[in-house]
Structure formats: C-alpha cells, structure tokens
C-alpha cells in the first residue's frame, strides 16, 4: 500500500504526498481491502481438526452449491434474493421515477414539502422501520386489517409476515418503502439538470408532457436508470437488518425470507443451536462477492460503455 | 395521454391536479406508519388497540411506555455511544479523506491514477463481505467490544466514496489560488488548509451521504460490539424491541425515541441535506 507513495522517490522525496495519503490509505487497506482479501483466502481453507487450517481449493464452495448439508439454504437464499431484488427493481425504481418526474415539474407548489416528506423513511434505521410495519401488519393491533375493511376487501387480510408465501414480497415492499426516496431523489436531480430550453423547444414543436417524459428527458437520465438500477443491485444483495430485525436470524417462516446476507450472518456467526463456521461463512461472503462484482462488471462494461450519453 | 385538441379543462385536470393527487397519496403511504406509531405511543393500552386512528386524548392519554423503555433500558447510554461513533467517524472520514482526495487532484506522481482506483474499488464492494477477517483483525487487536472497533470499520467504510467525491470536486479549485499561495511560500500543509473551506458543500454532501449509513448499522455492532456498555441505539433498538414484543406501550414509546430525534434533526437540516444529495448527484 505505501509502495505506492514511496515509488515516487527518485525527485526529492515528496514527503507531503505520503502524509497526505498515509492515513486514508492505511486504513482502508487494513479495515477493508485486507479482510475482502484475507476472506476470500480463507474460503479455500477448512479447519484440519488439530486447530490449524487444510488448503481444500475451490471445495467449499462445491459443498456450498451441492453438499446437502449446505445446498438446499444456499439455492434457497440465492433465490430468494433475486426475488427481492426484482421486487425491489420493479416497484421502487418506476414509482421513484414517477415521483422524481411530478417533483421536478417547472411549476409545481409545495415542492419542498413534498420532498422532504417523502424522503423522511429513507432516514430512519431499518430496524425501526422493520418494528413499525410489524405492528402495522400485526394482526393483533389490526391496523392493516381495518384499512382492507375500509376498502371493502377485509376477507384478503392475511398476516402476510407469517406466511411463507407472502413473508418475502411483504418486506421487499418494506424494503421498497423505506428507500424510495434514493432512487427519487437520484433520478430528481438528473432531472433537474436538464435545461429548459430543450423542453421549451419541445413544447414549441407541440409535443405533450407525456411524449416530452419519455422522448426528451427519459433518454437524457439513462445514466441515472442505471446508477439507480446498480446500487439496488448491490445494496439488495448485501441486505441483511430488515430480515434479521423482522424475521429473526433463522429468516422465518421455515427459512421463506432468507437471503444472503442472512445465511452469511448464521453460517459464520452462528445461530441458536448451529454453531459457526468462519471458513463456510467466508465462503457464503466469497459467493456474494463474486454476484456483486458480476453485477458491477456488467454495469460497467454492458450498460455503461453502450448506453449513449448525450451532452447536454 | 392529453393530445393537443384537449380542453383546457382536461390539461388542467392532469397536469396540476392529478400530480397533486399522487405526490399527497404517495405522502401519506410515506408518514402514516411513523404518525400512526408516535400518537399511539402517548396513550394507554386500551386506547392503542380500540382507538389506534385517534390522537391521544385527555383521558386516553399516558406514558407508561416510556417509563417502561427509560426503567429497563439505558436509551441515553446507546445514544451517547452512537453520538460518539459516528461523530468521529465522520470527522476521521472528513479529515483523512479529504487529504488523500487533495493529495490524488492536486499532484502528478507515478501511480497517482492507480491509487485512486484503488480506493474506488470499496464504492461497489460491500466492506460487510470481509467480516470474517475484520471480526479475527478486531480480536488480535484487543478491541473486541470497543466503540474503537466500530470506528476504524466505519472510516474504512466510508472513506471511498468520499475521496472518490471530493476529488471532483478539488479538481475545480482554481489553480491560480494555489499557485499564488506557493508563490508566497505557504507549505503543501498550509494550502490543504486554505482549500478545504473551499469546497465545504462538498464536505456537507459527504457528511451526510456516510452518516446515514454509520447511525443506522446493525451488522457491525452486533458482531463487533454488542456489550451493552458500547451497545449503539439501532442495536439497543433492535434487542430492547426483541425483548419486550408483547409490551405494546413500550415498543411504541422505544420506537418513537429512536425515531424522534433523527426526524427532528432530519426537519431543521433537510434543505442542506437535499441540496446536498442532489448537487452531489448531479456532480
């Protein structure tokens, strides 16, 4: 990591160049890029018994995708985690568009107070937002049953977090809920970059706020869509809080919400009667790693480099 | 989809009142859990579950919950300790970060392009994937169960992004102010010093852009510090609400003061803290 710096002593040394960099450098190496690193090494390894660690090459990771012990939570959870990214893609992204659009309309009262209001989840831990949609969604307090009832669809009330067939949708919308104001406040910008004469000119030619979204400003935030669309993907696969605060370390009911951040925390940290395993946990990390950098060298080279960008 | 011949009645319609309409309707999905929860929280428990729609009343009104949240849990502990977090966090992001990001946009030395992308490199990948050997690194270091360890993983957390923002945004200090200060015989140290009031919006959009994350972590207190004299509030939170689930009165008042000062913290500085999140998106 200092090499780096120090490789630039042939000149008189540049001394200041090293203590600006040092601090920043040196933490980032030891805290983070060292533990990416040192975890990915350990995945290759398995404790031999006699507290030492054997070299078993790409074998856990075998384990983990066909060993009965591991597959079965593993698919389950690599499943499960695609269905909570394509909720969270498919929900929270358009609506966050549709609020961006309505919020970066040139004349549009309370503009302010809108923003702030609908930012306002997206502040608040995930914890407290898990613990106040469970009381919501309580059958016990009955508040989600009595706004079905007041809509006149009360025989639809479920206690969805207790269902293995809802548990998961429920909190991705959870999820959705809280975050919306990222993806809204991302695409609002880049609307509001556009300039005005572009639109001007638009209207001039009698082209309609509709066909002005979708044929002049739409186009111009693509690099947004996908700054949006990336950071849902890698925040989606990192998730862990929202399951663990609502639905506990085991990902009830009977495993329905577990993904893989939850897998990860009880394989290495383990959980009531299973103990932990740091080499298996560092091999559930490796696999996330390996669908996050997959997702991001898609992004970079798929998306990226293809989408044109205009100048604008 | 309004065309042209439309009346002017019908524009009128979609493009001020039906905006109005979803953009409040969307507002209210947003507040009402977090209103429904705050009212509720002041009031006795057979008034929680016969009346939850209802503010709290004179004779509805109490708050045993948060005699109960401020008896068995130690709110003002977890508080201190999330305060402390990530105060010094930020401010150890700030300060290291902004160097490096001086260091990176103001000087030509070999491998200058290299290193930036090296510290880039933690925007995408989730520090939370090398927990494994940051829990073993805390433990040689002696500082399993310290406010410490949370700090040093949060600055390594947050120092990414910041550099890779502040970088842009040093980029477009005027060179000549620099060179006039040279010419006058300020030290490197010393003209870092004069920039940095220079580019404090950005500092202010980074300040809010890696505290958000820092209060509201579960994963690293709970691994790296979950004894209850370093417990942070979303921890604190998380078990206290754990323990007392069928306590109705004290999961409302707790959530409440967990949510209560953020809000009003979030009220008083959300036009900074927007303005904020927009300029440093569109930069």
């Known amino acids: ?312 | 989809m309004v065309n042209q011949s439309s009346s002017a009645w019908q524009r009128w319609l979609t493009q001020t009142v039906l905006p109005h309409v979803i953009l409040f309707g969307y507002t209210c999905v947003a507040l009402f859990p977090i209103f429904l929860v705050i009212i509720n929280s002041m009031k006795e428990r057979k008034a929680i579950f016969k009346a939850p729609y209802l503010p709290p009343l004179p004779d509805t009104f109490s708050l045993e919950g948060y005699a109960t949240v401020i008896e068995r849990a130690n709110f003002p502990l977890y508080f201190t300790n999330s305060i402390v977090v990530t105060v010094i966090s930020l401010v150890l992001i700030l300060f290291t970060g902004s160097m490096a990001a001086y260091a990176l946009s103001e000087y030509k030395f070999p491998g200058n392009t290299l290193l930036g992308l090296y510290m880039a490199l933690g925007i995408m990948i989730p520090i939370r994937l090398g927990t494994v050997s940051i829990m073993s690194i805390v433990v040689s270091m002696g500082l399993m169960n310290t406010l410490t360890a949370l700090i040093l993983v949060y600055t390594a957390m947050g120092l990414p992004l910041s550099i890779f923002v502040l970088q842009e945004f040093m980029r477009q200090v005027p060179r000549d102010l620099k060179d006039a200060a040279r010419v006058d015989g300020a030290s490197e140290y010393r003209i870092y010093w004069l920039i940095l009031p220079l580019v404090s919006p950005a500092l202010a959009t980074v300040a809010v852009f890696t505290m958000i994350p820092i209060w509201n972590d579960l994963w690293f207190p709970l691994i790296l510090a979950s004894g209850e004299s370093v417990k942070t509030v979303t921890l604190g939170a998380q078990i206290f609400l754990g323990q007392f689930v069928t306590d109705w009165n004290a999961v409302l008042a707790s959530l409440s003061l967990a949510m209560i000062p953020i809000l009003a913290l979030y009220m008083i500085f959300s036009r900074q803290l927007i303005r904020g999140l927009t300029s440093g998106a569109v930069k």
């Open chain 1, 1 to 312: 990591m200092k090499k780096e710096v120090t490789k630039t002593s042939r000149k008189p040394f540049p001394v200041h160049i090293v203590v600006f960099m040092a601090p920043a450098v040196i933490i980032y190496t030891v805290f983070m890029v060292f533990p990416l690193i040192d975890s990915l090494r350990l995945s290759f390894f398995t404790p031999d018994g006699q507290g030492g660690a054997a070299f078993v090459g790409l074998g856990n990771y075998i384990n983990l995708m066909t060993d009965e012990l591991w597959s079965g939570r593993f698919w389950n959870a690599l499943w499960n985690n695609f269905v909570f990214f394509f909720i969270n893609m498919l929900v929270q992204n358009p609506v966050g568009l549709l609020l961006a659009a309505l919020l970066s309309a040139r004349k549009l009262r309370f503009r302010n107070s809108y923003r702030t209001m609908l930012f306002a989840p997206t502040m608040l831990s995930v914890v407290i937002v898990g613990f106040i949609w469970q009381l919501i969604l309580s059958p016990l307090w009955g508040i989600a049953k009595g706004m079905m009832t007041f809509i006149g669809m009360e025989q639809f009330f479920m206690p969805w977090l207790g269902l293995e067939s809802s548990a998961l949708i429920v909190l991705a919308l959870i999820s959705v809920w809280q975050f919306i104001g990222i993806p809204m406040m991302l695409f609002y910008a880049a609307l509001l970059g556009i300039p005005d004469e572009m639109i001007e000119a638009a209207h001039v030619d009698g082209a309609n706020p509709w066909q002005v979204f979708w044929g002049i400003k739409f186009p111009l935030i693509l690099p947004s869509v996908g700054i949006v669309s990336i950071l849902t993907y890698v925040g989606n696969f990192n998730a862990f809080d929202l399951i663990y605060a609502v639905q506990g370390g085991l990902a009830g009911p009977n495993y329905s919400t577990d993904i893989m951040g939850t897998l990860f925390y009880r394989t290495f940290f383990g959980f009531q009667l299973q103990l932990g395993n740091p080499t298996m946990g560092a091999t559930v990390a490796g696999m996330m790693f390996m669908i996050i950098l997959g997702g991001v060298l898609l992004y970079l080279y798929g998306w990226q480099r293809n989408i044109q960008t205009y100048e604008v």
